[in-house]
């Protein structure tokens, strides 16, 4: 079984940085594409941040050139590190995997558990 663990967030003023970390653990062959994904009270769940195995990148407009994302494809793992943070940017982070293959079958989409960022002006 596949499961995804993140950690990293945390509470922090306006303009700091945090790093998110994703971890896929399970007996992994291949994920085609790891992202970070957020759900802020009262809103729907977005897209921050997507990479593929190849390392190209997507960001939401909100968070292009204070954002960024990287994998390490040997570890399946995913970090996005967050810089000059915003009140706005408060909100449930959540890794997400897509087209895991582990050598006999496929997981469409995994989730993590999520992992909450608090940003206060």
């Known amino acids: 079984q ?9 509470s922090v003023q306006a303009g700091e940085s945090l790093r998110l970390s994703c971890a896929a653990s399970g007996s992994i062959f ?9 759900q802020a ?12 195995s190849g390392g190209s990148a997507n960001y ?6 204070r954002f960024t994302i990287s994998r390490d ?3 399946n793992t995913v970090s996005l590190q967050m ?5 706005e940017d408060t909100a ?15 997981y469409l989409e995994l989730w993590g558990q999520g992992t909450l960022v608090t940003v206060s002006s």
């Open 92 to 106: 449930v982070y959540y890794c997400n995997a897509g087209q895991v293959y582990t050598g006999s079958r496929w």
């Open 60 to 65: 939401a407009d909100s968070v292009k050139g």
């Open 73 to 75: 494809n040997a570890k």
């Open 83 to 87: 810089n000059s943070l915003k009140p």
């Open 30 to 38: 291949r994920i085609n594409k790891m992202g970070w994904y957020r």
């Open 2 to 10: 596949v499961q995804l663990v993140e950690s990293g967030g945390g």
């Open 41 to 52: 009270p009262g809103k729907q769940r977005e897209l921050v941040a997507a990479i593929t």
